[in-house]
């Protein structure tokens, strides 16, 4: 129980650095260029790369399990439809769960016009019901029947989380929320259905800062935000990864903090860092990139839950949701006005080191795939990252937060309006379960 006031507050750590940042207090001036460099908003480089990889890679295989209409359905091949009809699943008056930061319509976003677009899959094989349904809670409760679902991962995971809870409770009723141990958990009696949630922004064992992991009290949060974290790069977090094999499927992910500072180690030694500073380099510490460090995160989890004892369950793990920042990153003015999804006939760029992280993702689930076929565990893929790359109009942008409050970011081009167009997200995880 000691946990839980603490997650929160570590959760929060992201948003406040952002917020500490942008009003520069003077304490963390001098670490504004590491963070300017080093945090995930480093899309202020702009370094991009064309879409072209993304028709490459392996993915189809993975999201193709619709069953019942003879060809295989890629849910994720597809494009964002008008539909001046659409309504959105839940709304803030009838979720409570929704959290601030991503609470738009509490926040007055002026137009709900990003809650118009449906995903339309055009994969082979998806068949005429397919394109622009409706999620049907219903169905979904009944496939789940008696099961739970751990998610585990940062900020974004928690918003799925959020996005599958509204949308299932308008239709099961409120479901009975409890936290204990730093899982947040919320149970749905009339299935025996249970969702968890679990916050750990690497999946890998890891303390936010190198100096002492407590207290963060508010007046430290900028200068720990700023300071390198320790990951192990070998070792799966150990307070989720005991956890899992009580878990039917375990859905992870993982991307935006690993472009933060930190430290890397392999079995217990300091193997290389990335916006560790000269300190760390003049110990002959290798420089590690961000995306090299994740790929060799989503290694260690994906073997371990392909490996794991007493885990016979669905490992599923979620692709990169890319941000949206133009005209700077979110610590220089930074916004994301657009008002609907990128046209279709108009080529999208991701920014790096997102493109690196989404190949990362897609390797490394394809190198487990093996050892977990081999022990009964089904491992699967949620690619979100071509439909989220083009839906630059569903972040919070500037209401995320009341006028004059400082929860979140100023301006957020990270997170995602709930409702809003992730509660798709649910509808991918209802056609990975649904499968074979
Ligand atoms: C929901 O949002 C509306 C504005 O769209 C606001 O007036 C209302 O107070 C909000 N309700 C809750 C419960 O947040
Ligand atoms: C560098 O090495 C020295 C001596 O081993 C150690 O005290 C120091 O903490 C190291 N610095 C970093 C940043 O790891």
């Avoid at 500490?20 to 963070?35: E, F």
């Avoid at 500073?277 to 989890?301: C, D, H, M, S, W």
Wanted: proline share 7%; aromatic share 10%; net charge neutral.
């Amino acid at each position: 129980m000691t946990a839980l006031p603490v997650i929160p507050s570590l959760r929060g750590l992201l948003l406040t650095g952002a917020r500490r940042t942008r009003h520069a207090v003077p304490k963390i001036i001098t670490s504004v260029p590491a963070l300017a460099a080093f945090l995930i908003l480093a899309a202020a480089t702009f370094l991009v790369i064309s879409l072209g990889p993304f028709q490459r890679s392996p993915t189809s295989s993975s999201s193709s399990l619709f069953s019942g209409s003879g060809a295989a359905c890629d849910l994720t091949r597809g494009q964002w439809v008008r539909d001046p009809a659409a309504r959105p699943y839940y709304t803030n008056a009838t979720c409570a769960f929704i959290e601030g930061y991503q609470n738009c319509m509490k926040h007055g976003r002026p137009s709900l016009e990003f809650l118009r677009w449906r995903w339309r899959s055009e994969g082979a094989g998806c068949g005429d019901g397919v394109p622009g349904r409706r999620f049907d809670a219903g169905r979904f409760l009944r496939l789940v029947r008696g099961k739970s679902i751990l998610f585990v991962g940062d900020s974004l995971a928690s918003s799925h989380v959020r996005s599958l809870v509204c949308t299932l409770s308008q239709v099961d009723g409120s479901p009975e929320r409890s936290s204990s141990g730093g899982f947040e958990r919320w149970r749905f009696p009339a299935h025996g259905f249970t969702v968890a949630f679990f916050w750990t922004p690497f999946q890998v064992r890891w303390r936010l800062t190198r100096g002492p992991p407590e207290p963060v009290g508010p007046d430290r949060q900028g200068e720990v935000f700023a300071g390198p974290s320790d990951l192990h790069l070998d070792e799966p977090d150990p307070r989720w990864a005991a956890a899992a094999r009580d878990h039917d499927v375990v859905v992870m992910s993982a991307s935006h903090w690993f472009a933060r500072p930190a430290v890397y180690y392999r079995g217990g030694r300091v193997a290389g860092c990335h916006g560790c500073g000269a300190a760390a380099l003049a110990n002959a510490t290798a420089l590690i990139k961000p995306e090299q460090a994740q790929r060799a995160a989503f290694r260690t989890v994906l073997r371990a839950l392909a490996g794991m004892e007493g885990f016979r369950g669905t490992a599923i793990l979620r692709t990169v949701a890319p941000t949206h920042y133009e005209n700077g990153g979110w610590f220089d003015g930074g916004e994301c006005t657009a008002t609907k999804p990128a046209d279709p006939e108009d080529p999208v760029e991701i920014a790096e080191p997102e493109g690196e992280f989404y190949r990362a993702q897609v390797e490394e689930f394809a190198a487990a795939e093996e050892d977990a076929r081999r022990n009964g565990v089904r491992l699967r893929l949620m690619d979100v990252t071509k439909m989220m790359l083009r839906r630059p109009d569903g972040h919070p942008d500037r209401y995320g937060h009341g006028a004059g409050e400082h929860e979140g970011f100023d301006i957020d081009c990270l997170h995602w309006c709930l409702p809003g167009p992730i509660d798709v997200w649910n509808d991918l995880l209802f056609q990975i379960l649904a499968g074979r």
